[in-house]
Structures are given as structure tokens and as C-alpha cells.
């Protein structure tokens, strides 16, 4: 497990966070103050999963779905 800093610190270091935090918004409808909260780290190992219906994106299923099976391998490892 990651403490809410490390996943914070993570997600800002991948190419695909703005992809993310647009989708969020439009796609999961999420208010400005959910999407903050989940860049902060506070959705833990739910982070990837719980931020919008993956096939309803431009980017499709495989495309998020290989993104969470990378942070969740980051997650527990």
C-alpha cells in the first residue's frame, strides 16, 4: 500500500494525468473538488477505478484499463 502523498506525487508524474482529470470531470461528472481530492491520493487503490466509465472515453476500456493494472501493481508493490 502507498500512503495518499506517494499517489499524489505519482499521478503527477504520469503523461496521461490531464487525459484523466478531463475525463473525470466530463465523463464521471465529478465536481472540481472530487477530482482534487482523488489527485491527492485520497481514493487509495480505488484512484484509477472509481474516476469514470473507461468506455465511455475518447481513450476506450484498454486504454485505462492497462493504466490501473500499472498502478495498482505500483500500489502493492
Known amino acids: 500500500m502507498k500512503t495518499a502523498e506517494q499517489i499524489s506525487d505519482w499521478l503527477k508524474k504520469q503523461k496521461w ?3 484523466f482529470v478531463h475525463n473525470m470531470r ?3 461528472r465529478h465536481s472540481k473538488q472530487t477530482a482534487v481530492r482523488v489527485l491527492q491520493g485520497e ?6 477505478a ?3 466509465d473507461w468506455n465511455a472515453t475518447p ?3 484498454d ?3 492497462g493504466i490501473h493494472k500499472k498502478f495498482i501493481d505500483w500500489y502493492h508493490g
Not at 481514493?43 to 484509477?48: D, P, R, Y
Request: glycine share 20%; charged share 25%.
Open 26 to 28: 466530463k465523463v464521471g
Open 50 to 52: 472509481g474516476g469514470f
Open 17 to 19: 494525468t490531464k487525459k
Open 63 to 65: 486504454y485505462w484499463y
Open 59 to 61: 481513450q476506450g476500456k
Open 43 to 48: 481514493f487509495a487503490e480505488m484512484t484509477i
